[in-house]
């Protein structure tokens, strides 16, 4: 699987840009951690009026934490795309796509989704913290309501008290669905939500 983040840079230049003679962009930047480190360097000429020129090297740290839920032993990074403006007359923006080669979704991922999708379907929200909804079959007992299922991923700083806040449950609702011992940031919940 491949997957592309894209990263844009302003940078200040001493000298009014009249015009980019020359520029390329090279790349060290590795996967570790979990995420890409490196620097871009960029380098090149431009004229700072019609016949005055001057060169540029310039070193532009990088840092992506990339998602939990893939595998990277076989992941390549590589530049993918490269464009560039000058704006006001003195920044250089740069716009750099980072492509990801060889991303493999975790086996213990693809379970779970598999188990989730067994239930409902899967459907994406905006919210950072809730990673998916999953709908099941409105429930016909004492009340028509329809159920979803959130599913809350831990991040740091999460505790159990601070998720029961956030999505108004109890804690035996919690362990009703979850097995709440030895959590861990990247350990998934499932939160039911009520719709009437």
Do not use: H, W
Not at 21 to 32: E, F, G, M, Q, V
Not at 37 to 64: C, H, V
Not at 102 to 124: N, Q, S, T
């Amino acid at each position: 699987m491949k997957k592309v983040y894209s990263f844009k840079k302003e940078i200040l230049f001493k000298n009014n840009i009249y015009e980019i003679l020359s520029i390329a962009i090279d790349k060290n930047l590795a996967i570790t951690d979990g995420a890409i480190k490196g620097e871009f360097i960029l380098n090149g000429s431009y004229l700072i009026r019609e016949a005055e020129q001057d060169e540029f090297n310039i070193t532009i740290p990088y840092l992506n934490y990339l998602e939990d839920e893939y595998d990277l032993t076989q992941a390549m990074v590589d530049i993918d795309d490269f464009y560039y403006e000058v704006k006001d007359s003195n920044y250089l923006v740069i716009n750099v796509d980072i492509s990801v080669d060889g991303l493999e979704e975790r086996k213990e991922e693809r379970d779970f989704i598999e188990e989730v999708e067994a239930k409902g379907e899967l459907i994406d929200d905006d919210d950072p913290d809730l990673e998916t909804y999953v709908p099941i079959r409105p429930q016909l007992e004492e009340s028509n309501e329809y159920v979803t299922y959130r599913i809350c991923i831990m991040r740091d700083g999460d505790t159990l008290d601070s998720i029961m806040e956030k999505y108004n449950v109890t804690m035996d609702t919690l362990k009703e669905y979850n097995v709440l011992n030895d959590l861990k940031i990247g350990d998934k919940l499932i939160i039911p939500y009520a719709q009437d």
